[in-house]
């Protein structure tokens, strides 16, 4: 069993849906919750940063961590076709972990106009 | 103005050779990373520099040896290529080992034949 699991999709909406994106993972000992946006070609891209459970909002994306259920999901509100790309959940305990970051599959996500 | 800049974009070399990728950080940030990025997207830490001292070496081959002249600067060296050694690669920087987030660079991709 991976440490972080993601469903890769892929996910197909219309533009202007609500897209959800979840990931679960099992080391208890994970702290500190990231989603990352990678298009094509590209280095994935910092969306949402987030410490231990709670839910934090940021524009059109609002990220939850439950932490007793391990898990994780990240909210796209009216999305638009430029939301079009792969999203990647990743996580890391505390400490000197020093950016050992575990990521998860990744979500492939198209939203057409 | 690219924050985390990787060269060469990209590379197609035979089995057998040796190569190298540079990285530079304009951010000035203290730790620097190499992440693997195979055909599945599972992105997986390589190894880690925090102020030129190697912090994490995640289980790599030897054949590969990381350099890091200077805090903004880390290069990877790949001695005898194989055919697994395709992927992307990616460099990565961030303020500390504390729970800075990571920064990316774009990647090279890396094609052995």
């Keep these: 069993q991976k440490e972080v699991e993601q469903d890769p999709g892929p996910l197909s909406v219309p533009e202007g849906a609500i897209v959800s994106l979840n990931c679960t993972y099992s080391n208890s000992a994970f702290q500190y919750f990231m989603w990352y946006r990678q298009y094509s070609r590209k280095g994935p891209e910092l969306l949402m940063y987030t410490y231990s459970s709670g839910n934090k909002e940021d524009g059109r994306f609002t990220a939850q961590v439950d932490k007793s259920s391990k898990y994780i999901s990240l909210f796209i509100r009216d999305s638009q076709p430029s939301d079009s790309a792969t999203y990647l959940c990743a996580m890391r305990t505390g400490g000197t972990s020093y950016g050992k970051l575990t990521f998860g599959q990744g979500t492939i996500l198209t939203v057409h106009p | ?113």
């Excluded at chain 2, 190499?34 to 054949?63: A, C, G, H």
């Excluded at chain 2, 290529?81 to 992927?87: K, R, T, Y």
């Design chain 2, 1 to 113: 103005d690219t924050a985390v800049s990787q060269t060469p974009k990209y590379l197609v070399t035979q089995m057998g050779n040796d190569k190298s990728i540079k990285c530079e950080q304009n951010l000035g940030h203290d730790t620097m990373y190499w992440y693997k990025q195979d055909s599945k997207k599972f992105l997986k830490i390589m190894f880690s520099y925090n102020n030129k001292e190697l912090i994490i070496n995640e289980t790599v081959p030897n054949r590969f040896s990381p350099k890091s002249p200077d805090k903004a600067h880390l290069n990877l060296h790949i001695n005898s290529l194989e055919l697994g050694d395709s992927a992307v690669y990616f460099c990565a920087s961030s303020p500390g080992e504390g729970s800075s987030p990571l920064h990316f660079g774009n990647g090279t991709r890396l094609t052995v034949t």
